[in-house]
């Protein structure tokens, strides 16, 4: 299988390329081309899936460089499952957005733009998964991050254009971070691959190691959005077009709270930080949610609860025990399906409704009940109602915080609690509001990023909502109904994920090197 592990990242390359090439002469070309590159990287991260839970990680050296001079792609059980469940939610989106874009006329979202940089964008996030180093995941991240700058600011309103740019200055100033700790680690060790600096930094002197597990933390901390680093999200992310506010929601956070999985359970597993990540991992569930329940707009009410359960991933991180990083692992992919297919909602509500002004919306419940079951039930999800899987990712994590056993873990078991429950309660709000009582129809006169409507677009928000739009949001709120109907395997695969970071030996082994791991080479 290892000849397969470059595959999620140079498919996508390749078809970008193409695409570009094509431009904007053949749309259907286009399209066709996007659908058929991410239908093939999916099934290349399923049969990795399938590979590295049942013989270990796959291994892939670049131009058959040997590490750590050269760059290795490492496909264990957690970066194949994140590969799967993005690969999976990309799609989605994907035809949700031709949908939206043969809705529009493609007037807002030109295709020899977007699906290029959609495309790369699939990349980086694939280059970040299986990144075996550091330095190639810092690429990873600035492919996706450069890609996203594009995407945040399609169509090119004032609105686009201000959160772009703010998004960008908070991008570079991380991605700055993450340089700078990169080449502390380098000098403190000799080298930036992880294999071996999960061997090599237990003989740094444990100050030098705690500044650069609070560098590294930092840097992913603003890219995962915990609080308190996540001030930029809400303004960044209800400002663009419904499918990319999706897969920025569900994906691109995932990315950096993958990152920090992978470098506290492999690079820094004595957890000197462990009580500070429990009090941020509190701190960020009680911050948002409040956030979110005081908000009048759908799209930040929504970015305030992507906040909030970011929460949940750290107290799984925090706890460091095989369990706790089960939960956490469990409850990211969960996370993954059930926020992107709440923003896909929100785009059906706009486009349905005029507006994600919640003051402005009602009685969608009567004018389109399909809207409303697709809403209710990632939202009852999200809310952690029995037994979906939102309620077991919750009862998971729950579980491992009462037997790590401390004051701490107490504290933030009662935080997770408040936290579900005033989920519950902003879910509950956006209901009564958008889908019961009547629509305040003077406000329906501007969409969230606060351009005026076209006769077009107010004739489009009393219309049956495009087929295509629809049927994907159907799909992405099915695989959340799945995880449920499967939780058993699912669990199963999170405990033997879990168990396998709290190991280590097995990726450390899985990469070869000359002469082994060494230990000596840094200062």
């Avoid at 600011?153 to 971070?177: D, H, K, P, W």
């Avoid at 071996?196 to 930094?201: F, N």
């Avoid at 507006?355 to 919306?361: H, I, V």
Wanted: net charge positive; glycine share 12%.
């Amino acid at each position: 299988m290892n000849h397969l592990v470059a595959l999620p990242v140079l498919l996508p390359l390749f078809g970008a390329g193409l695409k570009l090439a094509i431009g904007g002469r053949l749309p259907r070309g286009q399209r066709v081309i996007s659908v058929g590159v991410l239908t093939a990287v999916l099934g290349v991260a399923v049969a990795l899936l399938v590979s590295a839970d049942r013989d270990g990680p796959v291994v892939a050296r670049m131009a058959g460089w040997p590490a750590p001079t050269g760059i290795v792609l490492v496909a264990d059980r957690l970066s194949a499952l994140m590969l799967v469940i993005s690969c999976a939610v990309t799609l989605g989106v994907l035809i949700y957005s031709i949908g939206q874009g043969r809705a529009d006329e493609d007037e807002a979202t030109p295709l020899s733009v977007f699906h290029p940089t959609y495309l790369i964008l699939v990349a980086g996030v694939a280059d970040a998964f299986l990144a075996g180093d550091l330095f190639n995941l810092y690429v990873g991240f600035e492919v996706l991050l450069a890609a996203s700058y594009v995407l945040l600011t399609v169509g090119g309103t004032a609105a686009r254009v201000r959160a772009g740019a703010g998004y960008v200055v908070v991008g570079l100033l991380s991605s700055l971070v993450f340089l700078a700790a990169i080449a502390m680690v380098y000098a403190a060790t000799g080298t930036v691959n992880l294999a071996q600096l999960a061997v090599r930094l237990p003989e740094v002197d444990p100050g030098v190691r705690l500044i650069l597990e609070s560098m590294l933390l930092i840097a992913f901390g603003v890219k995962a959005a915990v609080f308190p680093l996540s001030a930029w999200l809400p303004d960044a992310y209800p400002t663009a077009p419904a499918p990319v506010t999706a897969v920025f929601a569900g994906l691109l956070t995932k990315v950096g709270v993958y990152a920090i999985i992978r470098v506290q359970t492999l690079l820094f597993p004595d957890g000197r930080v462990r009580e500070l990540l429990l009090v941020v991992a509190a701190a960020t569930m009680i911050v948002g949610i409040l956030g979110a329940i005081v908000q009048r707009d759908l799209n930040r009410l929504l970015s305030f609860t992507l906040i909030s359960h970011i929460g949940y991933m750290v107290f799984g991180i925090a706890l460091a025990s095989a369990a706790g990083l089960a939960g956490a692992v469990f409850y990211a992919v969960h996370h993954i399906t059930v926020q992107t297919s709440l923003f896909l909602v929100a785009g059906l509500i706009e486009r349905r409704g005029g507006s994600t002004d919640l003051g402005r919306l009602g009685g969608l419940a009567r004018m389109s009940p399909v809207l409303a079951v697709l809403f209710f039930v990632p939202a009852m999800n999200l809310g952690g109602i029995p037994p979906l899987s939102g309620f077991l990712g919750k009862w998971l994590l729950l579980r491992a915080g009462a037997e790590f056993g401390t004051v701490t873990s107490y504290v933030l078991i009662g935080a997770a609690v408040a936290t579900s429950l005033l989920t519950l309660y902003a879910m509950a709000r956006v209901w009564g509001q958008v889908f019961g009582g009547t629509a305040d129809h003077s406000g329906a006169t501007a969409y969230s990023s606060g351009a005026s409507l076209s006769g077009r677009d107010i004739a489009a928000t009393t219309s049956v909502l495009p087929r295509a739009m629809t049927l994907a949001t159907c799909a992405l709120v099915a695989v959340g109904v799945a995880f449920t109907v499967w939780a058993g395997p699912l669990v199963a695969l999170a405990d033997r994920t879990g168990a396998e970071l709290v190991g280590r030996s097995a990726y450390v082994d899985a990469v070869p090197l000359p002469g082994g791991v060494h230990r000596s080479g840094g200062r």
